[in-house]
């Protein structure tokens, strides 16, 4: 089994920062994406941005140029910055990856239990 841990969500004002951490725990295992999703009050859940392992990224185009995905492959974890926080980013967010067990093709995918990010004044 995987487990995702998030960290690093709260409360913050507009155009303030805030950095999410996902630790994935477990053995015997390599993570092809990581990712970071986000689902606000009635609304359904959207990528926010991914990273593959070999370090290429997407990112939602109303994220681009404010929020950074990265990782540590070391450390199982995946990062995201998020700089110039706007009302309209609040959400739960959650981290996601893409599991290739050693010495199968098999891939799963995990999902943290999601970390909430509050902007408002």
């Known amino acids: 089994q995987v487990q995702l841990v998030e960290s690093g969500g709260g409360l913050v004002q507009p155009g303030g920062s805030l950095r999410l951490s996902c630790a994935a725990s477990?053995?015997?295992?390599?993570?092809?994406?990581m990712g970071w999703y986000r689902q606000a009050p009635g609304k359904e859940r959207e990528l926010v941005a991914a990273?593959?392992?070999?370090?290429?990224?997407i990112e939602l185009d109303s994220v681009k140029g404010r929020f950074t995905i990265s990782r540590d492959n070391d450390k199982k974890t995946v990062y995201l910055q998020m700089n110039n926080l706007k009302p309209e980013d609040t959400a739960v967010y959650y981290c996601?990856?893409?599991?290739?067990?050693?010495?199968?093709?098999?891939?799963?995918?995990?999902w943290g239990k999601g970390t909430l990010v509050t902007v408002s004044s």
């Open positions: 477990g053995t015997s295992f390599s993570i092809n994406t």
């Open positions: 990273i593959l392992s070999g370090g290429s990224t």
């Open positions: 996601n990856a893409d599991v290739r067990w050693w010495g199968t093709s098999s891939v799963e995918t995990y």
